[in-house]
């Protein structure tokens, strides 16, 4: 006889074995594609933004969900409380840091097409961040199906929306573009 908790288990294992299969196969599906509208230079325009932002996120906000998630005491509601505010002020700290220094950034690399770039990851990275403390009270009462179907559905959006793009003539844009779009839902 199994208990609720090892079915939860299971049925989460299930759940994120599927999603990751899914993402697999819908990201190779669309980057064959892409690779064959896009320039080399789109997808290293886009390595090198995206570089700059995981180098200050890193660094920034690293740790914080798995706190939440092994925090065991009476008080973690406050815990969590505090720690969604503790990571928005981090959130804006990191978007500021990377306004004053994408300009910089873009004129190192001698590519205009970098700052645009930057906000537009930096729009993803806002709604991203402040989805950390949902997502990980989520991961912490292993609401697996919850999870798994939002992530999915955004993923597959986001996939859709990168080929339009390519399709439609944007370019280095129709990489970042769908993924600002979507990242508010």
Do not use: H
Not at 79 to 106: D, E, K, Q
Not at 128 to 151: A, C, D, F, G, H
């Amino acid at each position: 006889m199994t208990s609720p908790l090892s079915r939860k288990v299971g049925e989460g294992v299930i759940l994120l074995f599927f999603r990751k299969i899914w993402g697999n196969v819908i990201n190779l599906l669309v980057m064959t594609v892409l690779a064959r509208l896009l320039t080399k230079e789109d997808f290293g325009l886009l390595a090198v933004s995206a570089v700059l932002l995981s180098i200050v996120n890193t660094v920034a906000t690293g740790g914080l969900s798995d706190y939440l998630i092994f925090y065991d005491k009476p008080d973690s509601k406050q815990v969590f409380n505090s720690v969604f505010w503790l990571n928005l002020f981090l959130t804006i700290a990191v978007c500021l840091v990377i306004i004053c220094t994408g300009p910089l950034w873009a004129d190192f690399y001698g590519d205009g097409k970098i700052k645009p770039i930057l906000w537009l990851l930096l729009v993803s990275f806002f709604f991203e961040m402040m989805s950390m403390v949902p997502r990980t009270i989520l991961r912490k009462e292993l609401q697996y199906k919850v999870i798994v179907q939002y992530s999915t559905i955004f993923m597959t959006l986001v996939s859709v929306g990168k080929l339009m793009g390519a399709f439609l003539g944007l370019g280095v844009y129709s990489l970042v573009l769908p993924q600002a779009v979507f990242s508010p839902l």
